[in-house]
Structure formats: C-alpha cells, structure tokens
C-alpha cells in the first residue's frame, strides 16, 4: 500500500499542547513518518503508511485536552500562497500518486 498524505493542525490556543514535543516527534520520533511538511504554524503534513486512527492515537500524548484534526489531502487538489519549498513538498507528493496510481 502506498503512503498516504495527511494533514494535522492542533489548536494552538490551548494551553494542553506540548508543541515543541509534537513537531519533534512528527520531524523525527516517529519511524512510521516517512516525510513531513511544517510550512504553517502548528499545521503539518505527513507522508505515512498510517491511517488517520493511528496517527491519532500517536499524536494524544502531545495534545492534552486540546481540540485537532487529521485528515487524509489529495496533494494534487492544493492551492495556496506558501513559499516555494512548501510547493516543491506537495508537487512531489503529487508525482508520486501519479507513478504508484494512488489517489
């Protein structure tokens, strides 16, 4: 099965939120995250195997109390105003659905 993208935002009003444990987690404490994204303040993208439940489940312990969502993206549907990194990230992705078929 192909990775899939995900985007993940946490409130960042809540006072619950470990922010500083959860970027380094999703940067680099989770083997299960191949690739990630972090162009918005407390907004991420991952490229993961993982489905939404699973990652939900990962990211609890760095959440507290506080509200989030993750959502599976279709990179190719994307449109914005990001800097030029971020866009080379998601047509990546992109490309890549297109050679394994994902959608």
């Known amino acids: 099965m192909p ?3 995900y985007l993940i935002t946490v409130d960042p009003t809540d006072p619950s939120v470990d922010h500083d ?3 380094s987690f999703l940067k680099a404490g989770c083997p299960d995250i191949e690739n ?3 162009h918005i ?3 991420f993208m991952i490229s993961t195997r993982l489905d939404a439940d699973a990652i939900s ?3 609890r312990p760095f959440t507290g109390r506080a509200r989030f969502l993750v959502i599976e993206v279709q990179p190719a549907e ?3 105003a990001l800097p030029e990194p971020a866009w080379r990230w ?3 992705r992109s490309r890549q659905d297109e050679l394994t078929g994902a959608s």
């Open 3 to 5: 990775n899939r993208i």
């Open 21 to 23: 444990r959860l970027k």
């Open 36 to 38: 990630w994204w972090h």
């Open 41 to 43: 303040p407390h907004v």
């Open 57 to 59: 489940d990962l990211i």
């Open 78 to 80: 994307s449109e914005g």
């Open 90 to 92: 998601i047509q990546n």
